[in-house]
């Protein structure tokens, strides 16, 4: 009986592995499609002193579109009419790196599932006033 319950319990646990790493996707799987960014918060700190903005505006909205071929087409909604950006973009170490025009931006990959992604980007630099940081946290969900 020992033996029998001890061999039950190998398939199970065997059984839980498999589903679990089996049903997961890899990150660049995950990203393929159109995506609609609902929040997008920006923070600028300098000198001590913080500010927190939404980065969309009423009534504005961002899609952005992840192909198999690596490019991406944002396209950026407002009442003034609409902006296009393209390039191309990679994952790595949970990091996502968009290209355009020669330009790179890696985001910190909080959240990707099947629904949701969430990415988090952070700056530092400094300018006339001195040293700052610019975080900007962007939600979005599958179309």
Known sequence: MKRTFKTIVAV??????????????????LILGTWLENEVTMTYTQGGQSMTMPGLEQGETVEMT????????????????????????????NKL???????????NIDLLDKKNCNLSYTESDEDEDGPYTLSIVIKMTKK
């Open 12 to 29: 199970f646990v065997a059984a839980l592995t498999l589903s679990l790493t089996g049903c997961q996707k890899d990150p660049e799987d």
């Open 97 to 107: 790196t968009t290209v355009s025009e020669g330009e790179a931006i890696t985001f």
């Open 66 to 93: 992840f192909n198999e071929d690596g490019t991406y087409k944002s396209v950026y909604h407002s009442n003034d009419g609409d902006a296009e950006d393209n390039g191309t973009w990679s994952i790595k170490d």
